[in-house]
């Protein structure tokens, strides 16, 4: 099929997100022709913390697909029966797959639907198109380092869809080199270090300091692993049933069409299935392994509570980390190799690709982005076309806005909603 010269939809990303939203618009019974821009070379889902062990924080029944189309060809129980693992997957009687498991399932998913994907293509800013009077019916996409000439191009839409993903975060004032990593490039980095690692440390309290705790003490059998965790101790991710109803689709309407003070209350009682917080079946891997080395003495997995990374230096090849110590409110230094900084994300930022527009989208009295319940960014009058949202929505539609609990369900919202935006085009 030709290229048409202005698509339906640009995806910005490809994601898990996109991807959802890539096989949702498949599955409309109107044809809507996309096109998806990814800065990456081929799919990869936090493929720098794709460790061994790890294991998926949401039920595979979350997948790209079934809460929106159960009888999807594009299921997890799909995937598992075309790949011959379905009967072992059912003994194995686990809710949570490993990560490597599900990211053969998005490989595999990409893979049967084939979408227009251009990968290497870096969207820097979406425009509306120069000199045009009266209402804007199309938007420029601005690509670099496009995956097809090399150079820069303009790609035209309708609607965007922004699916730009979470934004790591370092401690204030903390860079990151060869010695300083940030944990969503943990993997990669570690593979390419090439002087013997004997002292790490690995900041933060969350489930990605917890995983690379683990993997470190496994991987490096002399080398001494320093935990750094604000918290006393790594605490618990409530994934107990009534918690975790957070995640359902309804719970999207009780954040959205709830009051400040209801929205505060779904944060103030429910950060802790998420954030700042470690699975079970982690935090009891580790105190295995710390019970273990204290019966053989060897003392070799350190845990620092109560203590943040204030200040870090490098000191000829290594790093020299200061730490705070909040119980006894002083600080002091400590002398890596490595220091891994498993300090979190910042939401996604819708801005980082909408250029100028995002200085003329309205926003609300606390200055954040507005968005319609169909994750439509609210735009002047005169832009006609639909800027959607994947993401960076915590404040419109609460906890789930970054993570795949209601991937199935949103992508379908947001291709019901363009298709009834063409539709409406159509007509004019
Ligand atoms: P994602 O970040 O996956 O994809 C965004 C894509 O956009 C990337 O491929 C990026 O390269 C691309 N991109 C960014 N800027 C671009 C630009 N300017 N131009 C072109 N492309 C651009 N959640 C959950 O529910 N269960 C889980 O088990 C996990 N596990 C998990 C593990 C780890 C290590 C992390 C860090 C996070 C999770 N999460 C999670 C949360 C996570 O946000 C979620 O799993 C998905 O990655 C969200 O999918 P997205 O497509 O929105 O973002
Ligand atoms: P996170 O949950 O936000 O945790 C970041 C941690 O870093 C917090 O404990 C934070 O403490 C700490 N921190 C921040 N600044 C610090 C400093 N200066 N010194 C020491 N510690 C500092 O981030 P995450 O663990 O990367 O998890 C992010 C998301 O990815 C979550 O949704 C998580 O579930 C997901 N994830 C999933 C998997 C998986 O599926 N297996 C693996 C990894 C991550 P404060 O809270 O006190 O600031």
């Known amino acids: 099929m030709p290229e048409p010269r202005t698509y339906d939809v640009a995806g910005i990303g490809f994601g898990p997100a996109n991807l959802s939203l890539a096989i949702a618009l498949d599955e409309r019974p109107e044809p809507i022709s996309s096109v998806f821009l990814e800065r990456r070379a081929s799919l990869s889902w936090h493929r720098g913390m794709l460790v061994p062990s790890a294991k998926m924080q949401v039920s595979f029944l979350k997948d790209l697909v079934t809460f929106r189309n159960p009888a999807s060809p594009f299921g997890f129980v799909s995937y598992l029966r075309e790949v011959g693992r379905l009967a072992m997957f059912v003994n194995n009687q ?69 699916s730009t993903g979470l934004v790591p975060r370092m ?36 489930q990605s300091a917890a995983e690379i705790v683990r993997f470190l003490y496994d991987a490096l059998p002399e080398a001494e692993i320093h ?65 273990d080395d204290g019966l053989a003495g060897t003392n070799r997995l350190r845990f620092l509570g109560l203590t943040r990374v204030v200040d870090v230096k490098s000191v000829q090849n290594d790093v ?34 909408l250029g100028d527009l995002a200085s003329r989208c309205p926003r609300d009295d606390a200055g954040r982005l507005r968005v319609d319940r169909d994750y439509r960014l609210v735009t002047p009058p005169d832009l006609r076309c639909g800027i959607y949202l994947q993401g960076g929505t915590e404040h419109t539609h609460g906890l789930s806005s970054s993570l795949l609990s209601n991937l199935a369900v949103r992508s379908g919202e947001i291709a019901r909603s363009i298709a009834a935006g063409l539709a409406a085009q159509e007509k004019r």
Request: negative net charge; hydrophobic residues 35%.
């Open 171 to 206: 401690p204030a004032g903390v860079e990151g080199d060869t010695s300083v990593w940030h944990s969503s490039e943990f993997l990669d980095r570690f593979r390419a270090h090439d002087r013997p690692i004997r002292r790490v440390a690995v900041a933060g309290g969350g």
């Open 320 to 353: 020299r980390v200061t730490l705070h110590s909040a119980s006894r409110d002083e600080s002091h230094d400590l002398d890596v190799n490595v220091l891994v900084c498993a300090t979190g994300y910042d939401p996604m930022d819708p801005c980082a690709v």
């Open 227 to 291: 935990a750094i965790v604000p918290a006393y101790g790594y605490s618990i991710a409530d994934s107990t049933p009534f918690a975790n109803q957070i995640f359902d689709p309804d719970a999207v309407d009780d954040y959205y069409d709830g009051t400040p003070r209801s929205r505060d209350a779904f944060w103030k009682y429910h950060k802790n299935t998420n954030y700042s917080v470690v699975d079970a079946e982690v935090i009891k891997d580790l105190y295995r392994r710390a019970y």
């Open 94 to 162: 686990d809710f949570f797959p490993t990560r490597r498991e599900f990211h053969g399932y998005l490989e595999w998913a990409e893979a049967k639907l084939r979408p227009n994907v251009v990968y290497g293509s870096e969207v820097v800013a979406i425009r509306t198109p120069p000199g045009e009077r009266g209402p804007v019916d199309r938007l420029l996409v601005e690509v670099r380092g496009d995956g097809r000439s090399g150079g820069t191009r303009l790609v035209e839409a309708r609607n965007v869809v922004v």
